[in-house]
Protein backbone atom coordinates (compact mmCIF):
# COMPACT_ATOMS: atom_id res chain seq x y z
CA UNK A 1 0.00 0.00 0.00
CA UNK A 2 1.62 3.55 -0.84
CA UNK A 3 1.01 5.61 2.11
CA UNK A 4 1.98 9.75 2.17
CA UNK A 5 4.93 10.89 3.76
CA UNK A 6 3.12 13.68 5.36
CA UNK A 7 -0.39 15.25 6.39
CA UNK A 8 -2.75 13.26 9.03
CA UNK A 9 -3.19 9.30 9.75
CA UNK A 10 -6.79 8.62 11.31
CA UNK A 11 -6.59 5.26 13.21
CA UNK A 12 -9.96 3.60 13.99
CA UNK A 13 -10.20 0.41 16.99
CA UNK A 14 -13.01 -1.48 17.98
CA UNK A 15 -12.20 -4.32 20.82
CA UNK A 16 -13.32 -6.16 23.70
CA UNK A 17 -13.28 -2.82 26.60
CA UNK A 18 -10.47 -3.77 29.65
CA UNK A 19 -7.74 -1.44 31.33
CA UNK A 20 -4.40 -0.35 29.55
CA UNK A 21 -6.12 0.60 25.58
CA UNK A 22 -5.47 3.94 25.54
CA UNK A 23 -2.29 4.30 27.23
CA UNK A 24 -0.79 0.88 24.79
CA UNK A 25 -2.04 3.40 21.38
CA UNK A 26 -0.89 6.57 22.53
CA UNK A 27 2.04 5.08 24.17
CA UNK A 28 3.20 3.22 20.93
CA UNK A 29 2.56 6.78 18.77
CA UNK A 30 4.31 8.93 21.37
CA UNK A 31 7.52 6.45 21.51
CA UNK A 32 8.06 6.86 17.62
CA UNK A 33 7.39 10.66 18.05
CA UNK A 34 3.71 11.12 16.45
CA UNK A 35 1.92 14.13 17.53
CA UNK A 36 -1.99 12.84 18.41
CA UNK A 37 -4.24 15.64 17.60
CA UNK A 38 -7.54 14.23 17.76
CA UNK A 39 -8.81 11.77 20.24
CA UNK A 40 -12.74 10.50 20.88
CA UNK A 41 -13.69 7.17 22.44
CA UNK A 42 -16.55 5.03 24.06
CA UNK A 43 -17.48 2.01 25.27
CA UNK A 44 -20.83 -0.08 25.52
CA UNK A 45 -19.99 -0.81 28.96
CA UNK A 46 -16.89 -0.02 30.68
CA UNK A 47 -17.60 -4.10 32.82
CA UNK A 48 -17.22 -6.67 29.57
CA UNK A 49 -18.36 -4.21 26.83
CA UNK A 50 -16.97 -3.37 23.51
CA UNK A 51 -14.67 -0.34 23.75
CA UNK A 52 -14.43 1.89 20.22
CA UNK A 53 -11.77 4.72 19.25
CA UNK A 54 -10.65 7.20 17.18
CA UNK A 55 -7.93 9.48 17.20
CA UNK A 56 -5.92 11.52 14.33
CA UNK A 57 -2.35 12.31 14.59
CA UNK A 58 0.52 13.86 12.15
CA UNK A 59 2.92 12.10 10.33
CA UNK A 60 5.54 14.89 9.64
CA UNK A 61 8.82 13.24 9.69
CA UNK A 62 8.20 11.13 12.45
CA UNK A 63 8.46 8.01 10.67
CA UNK A 64 7.60 5.63 8.25
CA UNK A 65 3.71 4.46 8.00
CA UNK A 66 3.90 1.24 6.92
CA UNK A 67 6.36 0.38 9.91
CA UNK A 68 3.71 2.19 12.07
CA UNK A 69 1.57 -0.03 10.84
CA UNK A 70 3.43 -3.14 11.38
CA UNK A 71 4.17 -2.19 15.17
CA UNK A 72 0.62 -1.31 16.11
CA UNK A 73 0.16 -4.76 15.02
CA UNK A 74 2.13 -6.73 16.64
CA UNK A 75 2.77 -4.42 19.66
CA UNK A 76 -0.66 -3.31 20.17
CA UNK A 77 -3.36 -4.52 18.41
CA UNK A 78 -2.85 -8.23 18.82
CA UNK A 79 -2.44 -8.02 22.26
CA UNK A 80 -5.99 -6.20 22.97
CA UNK A 81 -8.18 -8.27 20.59
CA UNK A 82 -8.24 -5.28 18.11
CA UNK A 83 -10.43 -4.98 14.90
CA UNK A 84 -8.34 -1.72 13.36
CA UNK A 85 -7.38 0.94 10.01
CA UNK A 86 -4.96 3.02 9.55
CA UNK A 87 -6.61 5.86 7.31
CA UNK A 88 -4.26 8.60 5.99
CA UNK A 89 -6.22 12.16 4.58
CA UNK A 90 -4.03 12.18 1.31
CA UNK A 91 -5.37 9.38 0.47
CA UNK A 92 -8.75 10.37 -1.39
CA UNK A 93 -11.41 7.27 -1.73
CA UNK A 94 -12.46 6.73 -5.33
CA UNK A 95 -16.61 7.00 -4.79
CA UNK A 96 -19.28 6.25 -7.29
CA UNK A 97 -22.62 7.50 -7.67
CA UNK A 98 -26.05 6.12 -8.36
CA UNK A 99 -28.72 8.15 -9.36
CA UNK A 100 -32.14 7.96 -11.46
CA UNK A 101 -33.80 11.19 -12.40
CA UNK A 102 -34.14 13.03 -9.17
CA UNK A 103 -30.75 15.18 -8.60
CA UNK A 104 -30.60 17.35 -5.71
CA UNK A 105 -28.65 14.84 -3.85
CA UNK A 106 -26.04 14.29 -7.14
CA UNK A 107 -25.74 17.77 -7.49
CA UNK A 108 -24.68 18.31 -3.90
CA UNK A 109 -22.01 15.60 -3.95
CA UNK A 110 -21.00 17.41 -7.30
CA UNK A 111 -20.86 20.35 -6.28
CA UNK A 112 -18.78 19.96 -2.68
CA UNK A 113 -16.30 17.88 -4.38
CA UNK A 114 -15.82 20.62 -7.17
CA UNK A 115 -15.59 22.83 -4.17
CA UNK A 116 -12.83 21.30 -2.77
CA UNK A 117 -15.13 20.65 0.42
CA UNK A 118 -15.62 16.89 -0.33
CA UNK A 119 -12.09 14.78 -0.09
CA UNK A 120 -12.77 12.30 -2.89
CA UNK A 121 -12.57 10.99 -6.30
CA UNK A 122 -15.42 10.52 -8.23
CA UNK A 123 -14.53 8.16 -11.69
CA UNK A 124 -17.98 7.60 -12.33
CA UNK A 125 -21.86 8.46 -12.30
CA UNK A 126 -24.19 5.65 -13.13
CA UNK A 127 -27.46 6.14 -14.19
CA UNK A 128 -30.71 3.58 -15.21
CA UNK A 129 -31.90 7.49 -17.07
CA UNK A 130 -29.90 9.58 -19.61
CA UNK A 131 -31.57 12.54 -18.17
CA UNK A 132 -28.26 13.96 -15.93
CA UNK A 133 -25.94 13.34 -18.19
CA UNK A 134 -25.37 16.70 -19.29
CA UNK A 135 -25.03 17.73 -15.34
CA UNK A 136 -22.95 15.34 -14.38
CA UNK A 137 -20.56 15.55 -17.66
CA UNK A 138 -20.61 19.40 -17.29
CA UNK A 139 -18.36 18.46 -14.07
CA UNK A 140 -15.66 16.43 -16.04
CA UNK A 141 -17.23 13.52 -14.53
CA UNK A 142 -17.54 10.77 -16.60
CA UNK A 143 -21.42 9.41 -16.70
CA UNK A 144 -22.54 5.98 -17.99
CA UNK A 145 -26.45 5.33 -18.49
CA UNK A 146 -27.39 1.73 -17.59
CA UNK A 147 -31.49 1.07 -17.66
CA UNK A 148 -32.77 -1.54 -15.27
CA UNK A 149 -36.25 -3.47 -16.45
CA UNK A 150 -38.02 -6.44 -14.95
CA UNK A 151 -36.32 -8.88 -17.43
CA UNK A 152 -32.93 -7.27 -17.42
CA UNK A 153 -32.45 -6.60 -13.65
CA UNK A 154 -29.14 -8.89 -13.40
CA UNK A 155 -27.88 -8.47 -16.88
CA UNK A 156 -28.01 -4.24 -15.42
CA UNK A 157 -26.04 -5.03 -12.29
CA UNK A 158 -23.62 -7.20 -14.21
CA UNK A 159 -22.73 -4.66 -16.35
CA UNK A 160 -22.69 -1.85 -13.02
CA UNK A 161 -20.37 -3.90 -11.87
CA UNK A 162 -17.75 -4.73 -14.27
CA UNK A 163 -17.92 -0.59 -14.97
CA UNK A 164 -17.08 -0.43 -10.97
CA UNK A 165 -14.35 -2.98 -11.14
CA UNK A 166 -11.52 -1.23 -9.78
CA UNK A 167 -12.47 2.65 -10.31
CA UNK A 168 -14.58 2.86 -6.92
CA UNK A 169 -14.07 1.85 -3.35
CA UNK A 170 -17.24 2.60 -2.19
CA UNK A 171 -21.09 3.87 -3.64
CA UNK A 172 -23.18 6.54 -3.04
CA UNK A 173 -27.04 6.03 -3.91
CA UNK A 174 -28.61 10.03 -4.22
CA UNK A 175 -31.58 8.89 -5.09
CA UNK A 176 -30.98 5.59 -7.09
CA UNK A 177 -34.63 4.21 -7.11
CA UNK A 178 -34.03 0.57 -7.96
CA UNK A 179 -33.30 -2.23 -5.44
CA UNK A 180 -29.70 -3.39 -5.80
CA UNK A 181 -29.77 -7.69 -5.38
CA UNK A 182 -28.00 -9.18 -2.00
CA UNK A 183 -25.01 -10.37 -4.59
CA UNK A 184 -24.59 -6.91 -5.62
CA UNK A 185 -24.83 -5.56 -2.01
CA UNK A 186 -22.19 -8.48 -1.09
CA UNK A 187 -19.78 -7.04 -3.11
CA UNK A 188 -19.75 -3.64 -1.29
CA UNK A 189 -20.09 -4.92 2.34
CA UNK A 190 -20.88 -1.76 4.42
CA UNK A 191 -19.51 0.19 1.29
CA UNK A 192 -22.63 1.27 0.48
CA UNK A 193 -24.63 4.50 1.23
CA UNK A 194 -27.90 5.44 0.58
CA UNK A 195 -29.93 8.73 1.48
CA UNK A 196 -33.45 7.57 2.31
CA UNK A 197 -36.36 10.45 2.02
CA UNK A 198 -38.14 9.33 5.47
CA UNK A 199 -37.06 9.75 9.21
CA UNK A 200 -36.41 5.78 9.36
CA UNK A 201 -37.44 3.71 10.38
CA UNK A 202 -40.99 5.56 10.31
CA UNK A 203 -42.33 5.26 6.93
CA UNK A 204 -39.68 3.07 4.68
CA UNK A 205 -40.51 1.63 1.29
CA UNK A 206 -41.99 4.43 -1.60
CA UNK A 207 -43.45 7.74 -1.43
CA UNK A 208 -42.74 8.41 2.32
CA UNK A 209 -44.05 11.98 2.07
CA UNK A 210 -47.35 10.94 1.02
CA UNK A 211 -47.28 8.16 3.81
CA UNK A 212 -46.04 11.09 6.49
CA UNK A 213 -49.13 13.89 4.90
CA UNK A 214 -51.65 11.20 5.48
CA UNK A 215 -50.85 10.28 9.32
CA UNK A 216 -50.49 14.38 9.57
CA UNK A 217 -47.08 14.11 10.89
CA UNK A 218 -45.64 17.52 12.79
CA UNK A 219 -41.89 16.18 12.17
CA UNK A 220 -40.30 15.10 8.34
CA UNK A 221 -36.75 13.89 8.31
CA UNK A 222 -33.93 12.19 5.74
CA UNK A 223 -32.13 8.92 6.80
CA UNK A 224 -28.67 8.55 5.69
CA UNK A 225 -27.39 4.66 6.42
CA UNK A 226 -25.49 1.62 4.55
CA UNK A 227 -27.10 -0.58 2.64
CA UNK A 228 -27.76 -4.07 3.03
CA UNK A 229 -29.36 -6.50 1.74
CA UNK A 230 -32.74 -6.51 3.68
CA UNK A 231 -34.88 -3.16 2.38
CA UNK A 232 -34.13 0.38 4.31
CA UNK A 233 -32.41 -1.69 7.35
CA UNK A 234 -28.85 -0.87 7.03
CA UNK A 235 -26.54 0.82 10.05
CA UNK A 236 -27.76 4.31 10.08
CA UNK A 237 -25.32 7.12 9.22
CA UNK A 238 -26.66 10.38 10.24
CA UNK A 239 -30.26 11.96 10.32
CA UNK A 240 -31.93 15.01 10.34
CA UNK A 241 -35.54 16.55 10.93
CA UNK A 242 -37.97 19.28 10.22
CA UNK A 243 -40.97 21.07 11.55
CA UNK A 244 -44.04 20.98 9.39
CA UNK A 245 -47.70 21.76 10.61
CA UNK A 246 -51.27 20.53 8.88
CA UNK A 247 -50.66 23.63 6.31
CA UNK A 248 -47.61 21.58 4.33
CA UNK A 249 -49.26 19.89 1.03
CA UNK A 250 -47.31 16.72 -0.46
CA UNK A 251 -45.34 18.77 -2.43
CA UNK A 252 -44.33 21.25 0.07
CA UNK A 253 -42.99 18.07 2.33
CA UNK A 254 -40.58 16.72 -0.43
CA UNK A 255 -39.64 20.24 -1.59
CA UNK A 256 -38.67 20.79 2.24
CA UNK A 257 -37.49 17.17 2.15
CA UNK A 258 -35.06 17.69 -0.44
CA UNK A 259 -32.92 19.93 1.34
CA UNK A 260 -32.99 17.49 4.33
CA UNK A 261 -31.80 14.69 1.79
CA UNK A 262 -29.04 16.69 0.42
CA UNK A 263 -27.69 17.86 3.80
CA UNK A 264 -27.82 14.87 5.62
CA UNK A 265 -26.05 12.13 2.25
CA UNK A 266 -22.87 15.16 2.18
CA UNK A 267 -22.62 14.96 6.10
CA UNK A 268 -22.89 11.14 5.87
CA UNK A 269 -20.50 10.65 3.16
CA UNK A 270 -18.05 13.12 5.06
CA UNK A 271 -18.07 11.12 7.95
CA UNK A 272 -17.06 8.48 6.14
CA UNK A 273 -14.22 9.84 3.81
CA UNK A 274 -12.86 11.29 7.34
CA UNK A 275 -12.86 8.02 8.97
CA UNK A 276 -15.50 8.32 11.55
CA UNK A 277 -17.82 5.39 11.63
CA UNK A 278 -17.79 2.31 13.21
CA UNK A 279 -19.89 -0.34 12.84
CA UNK A 280 -21.21 -2.69 15.51
CA UNK A 281 -24.42 -4.74 15.87
CA UNK A 282 -26.16 -3.05 12.92
CA UNK A 283 -25.28 0.72 14.56
CA UNK A 284 -22.73 2.93 14.11
CA UNK A 285 -20.62 5.01 16.30
CA UNK A 286 -19.72 7.97 14.38
CA UNK A 287 -17.63 9.86 15.68
CA UNK A 288 -17.78 13.92 15.74
Same mark, same amino acid.
Given at each position: ??????????L??????R????????????????N?????????D???? *???????????S??????????????????F???W????????????????R?????????? *????????????L????H???????????? *???????????? /? /???????????R?? /????????????S?A?V??????????? !????P???????Y???H???????????????????????? /????????????????????????? *?????A??C???????? !??????V??
Amino acid at each position: MDCPDAGTARLLISCPDRPGIVAGVTGLLHARGFNITALDQYSTDPRDG *RFFMRLEFQLGSAGEPEALADAFATQVAQGFDMTWQLGYSAQRRRMAILVSRHDHALMELLW *RWARGELPVDIPLVISNHPDLRDAVEGFGV *RFEHVPVLPDTH /E /EAEARMLALLERQA /EFLVLARYMRILSAAFVARYPLRIINIH !HSFLPAFAGADPYRQAHEHGVKLIGATAHFVTPQLDQGPII /EQDTARVSHRFSVAELRTLGRDLER *RVLARAVRCYVEDRILV !HDNKTIVFD
